[in-house]
């Protein structure tokens, strides 16, 4: 089981440019969430996939962010236009849906736009 | 909706001495899950304790938590502190369980010294 994994482990930018983010989640775990991690925020909630299904993106900023999961085995969030404040690390994570099981997350993505 | 309170953003503490990591939550679920997640430098978080039924202990790896649904409290307690246990814990909370979306705290950093 090699856990979560999540490309690339670190990304630069230019303010405006595009940046895609990936994840592969554990394989079996039906449920796939996305989270910004920032010194001042904490852990945000951005997004989440059941069955690849998008079942709740309130934490997603409407205008820039998006996010997909076209097969069971992997997830993207693309950042359009990307803007100073949107650097931070993104932390993806599955898990199987139970009232128990835990999330288990990943090594996270560190987006630096310049 | 939902939310999750840490009060403090930064504990330091010397070895030996015990830990106390405040968490009060938020919800109008009655049977809301609670976790606490450490992240540990160039780490990825990881699932330390979950709640149990209200008013039960639970423990693991030295810490230990009590769910308190009369005061909205689950704080993360530890008897004698160690230079290992410096980290980043998240108090989180879910109205479902883990597979469902998850709120988190904003975190407190723990620094143990010697």
């Known amino acids: 089981n090699a856990g979560v994994i999540q490309t690339p482990r670190h990304k630069v930018t230019g303010k405006g440019q595009e940046a895609t983010l990936w994840c592969e989640p554990i394989?079996?775990?039906?449920?796939v969430f996305w989270y910004r991690q920032t010194i001042v925020q904490g852990l945000e909630f951005l997004t989440y996939?059941?069955?690849?299904?998008?079942?709740?993106d309130s934490g997603m900023p409407k205008e820039r962010f998006s996010a997909q999961m076209p097969n069971q085995s992997h997830s993207t969030l693309k950042i359009q236009s990307t803007q100073p404040q949107d650097s931070a690390v993104y932390l993806c994570?599955?898990?199987?849906?139970?009232?128990?099981?835990?999330?288990?997350f990943g090594p996270g993505t560190r987006l630096t736009v310049l | 909706g939902d939310s999750v309170t840490q009060t403090e953003g930064l504990v330091t503490l010397t070895e030996g001495l015990p830990v106390m990591l405040n968490c009060t939550y938020q919800?109008?679920?009655?049977?809301?899950?609670l976790f606490w997640y450490v992240h540990y430098l160039n780490e990825s978080p990881w699932l330390l304790l979950r709640?149990?039924?209200?008013?039960k202990r639970t423990e693991h790896q030295g810490f230990h938590a009590t769910l308190h649904k009369s005061s909205s409290s689950f704080h993360l307690q530890k008897s004698s502190a160690q230079l290992s246990d410096s980290a980043l814990y998240y108090c989180?909370?879910?109205?479902?369980?883990?597979?469902?979306?998850?709120?988190f705290g904003s975190g407190t950093r723990l620094l143990v010294s010697p």
């Open positions: 394989s079996g775990h039906s449920a």
């Open positions: 994570a599955s898990s199987l849906v139970d009232s128990s099981y835990e999330q288990y």
């Open positions: 989180a909370l879910s109205d479902r369980g883990g597979g469902y979306k998850v709120v």
């Open positions: 709640s149990s039924t209200d008013n």
């Open positions: 996939f059941r069955n690849q299904a998008p079942i709740d």
């Open positions: 919800t109008i679920y009655s049977n809301a899950f």
